[in-house]
């Protein structure tokens, strides 16, 4: 009578390995990064947005106001995000796909986020949008398949991962390919110019198991560095149903890992590679390009539910996420367990003859760790950001080079003799076309058209009393001491950061 059925033990053992995860390791990690997403979410005040579940999350947790990319280009950024090093010096200058092939240096494996935290003891697993290169350097022990557009299906993609039986804690990348623009435009827009669906479905079609939400263009908020179109809010109507899906699938993400009684063993940080894909944000230095959502929840922190107005930038990331873990050197700011990059690759025999390091030794990261902050949001982080622009897709060549802080902004436009060059998605996007089409003269935002394509050397800005970047102060003599001085500290910051685009201070 005390015999089992074997339905009754394969699911006790369920129940052992899947539905009971009180003995599991704590201080697991989720970092959920969207493509090409601004703070256009209800918790950063946007009372259009339909954002519930982030903004469930940044209600408890710690909502960041001052957060940065230092690139607004996907792979670029991407390899900052996982290497805690600028991308001028990581080596990804650029797109990582088809002919543009750009990749980081070999030698960065010793500081590279999936393996620096395998080797401080988590199992790694990566799902949705990858984009970096090469594959060994940012390696992920499980490779999820899910579908970019539909983060709801791909958090259920990751539902084993999540509860699987393992004594290591877990790191898992959550990578949508939503909201960047794709699948074609809206056919059913009344206006000549069809705007970009911005992966979402024709003819108001769903994604298996989203509920998809639709804005009314007529509703909408308009980006003081957009023109307020119809174009424009048919545009933007797109973009904001491609985020709302993005949030249901955070919302599946969490429900996850609430049924597996994770939630409160793991660190959950959202963000986005770098700003909305319009005309004036991706690919540009501008705040609307670098300015990101992050929102992080630590449940090992007791004060959550806050905002802080601390400056952090995506190089910080990897070496937060490594301190969490235990595993950062408080003394060099690199990994306590260093791997020895030249022996790594000579015990693969791989990569033996090639240029692996650029010259320089990857043992410490250009970002600093912001948790202290989530325990003291009133506390400050850097005083002063930089942001280091190169390519987009290879035809693209067009170094930008970024000081910032909370007074002033300097943006230095190295080939500044050349037009702006525009990625082919933003020229074809029915929001630019619109008013390109109108000539020179006309208003693009709070820029003309030929202002916004032929830029001047230097543009210097108030950010506090011109947060949108309408009045460019390098030229005002009244501003030549600041100009001077923000300058020097670009300088400094590209020393600092290894920039091989200082030598252009002199030969430009």
Known sequence: MFRLSLTLCLALLAGIHFGNSSDAAEKNIVFFVTDDESPTLGCYGDSAAVTPAIDSLAADGVLFRNAF???????????????????????????????????????????????????????TGQIGKYH??????YHFETYLKGNGRNAVAMAEGCREFIAESDDRPFFLYFGTSDPHRGGGVDENSPSELKPNLFGNRSDRGAYPGVDEVFYNPADLPIPAFLPDTQETREELAQYYQSCSRVDQGLARLVQILKEANLYDKTLIVFTSDHGMAFAGGKTTVYEAGLQVPFVVRNPYVAERGVETDAMISHIDITPSLLDFAGGLDPKTNGPRKPLNANKFWAERDEAVKDNRDGGKKFTSYH????????????EEHWDTIFASHTFHEITMYYPMRVVRDKRYKLIWNIAHGLPY????????????????????????????????????????????????????????????????????????????????????????
Not at 132 to 137: F, K, L, R, S
Not at 367 to 378: A, Y
């Open 69 to 123: 990319a230092t690139t607004a280009s996907c792979s670029a950024s991407r390899s900052v995000i996982m290497s805690g090093l600028h991308n001028h010096l990581n080596g990804q200058y650029g797109h990582q796909h088809h002919f543009h092939k750009f990749s980081s240096f070999h030698n960065v494996v010793s500081l590279s986020l999936p393996r620096v935290l395998a080797r401080s003891g988590y199992r």
């Open 367 to 378: 970002g600093k760790s912001w948790l202290p902050v989530l325990e003291n949001p009133g």
């Open 132 to 137: 970096v290169a090469p594959e060994a350097v």
């Open 421 to 508: 060059p525009f990625a082919s998605d933003l020229w074809a996007a029915s929001s630019w076309q619109a008013q390109q089409k109108q000539g020179p003269e006309t208003l693009y935002g709070l820029k003309t058209v030929d202002q916004y394509i032929h830029r001047p050397a230097f543009e210097l800005y108030d950010i506090q009393t011109d947060p949108h970047e309408a009045n460019n102060l390098a030229a005002d003599p009244a501003y030549s001491k600041v100009l001077a001085e923000y300058k020097q500290k670009l300088k400094q910051g590209q020393k600092t950061m290894n920039d091989p685009w200082i030598t252009k201070w002199d030969y430009e």
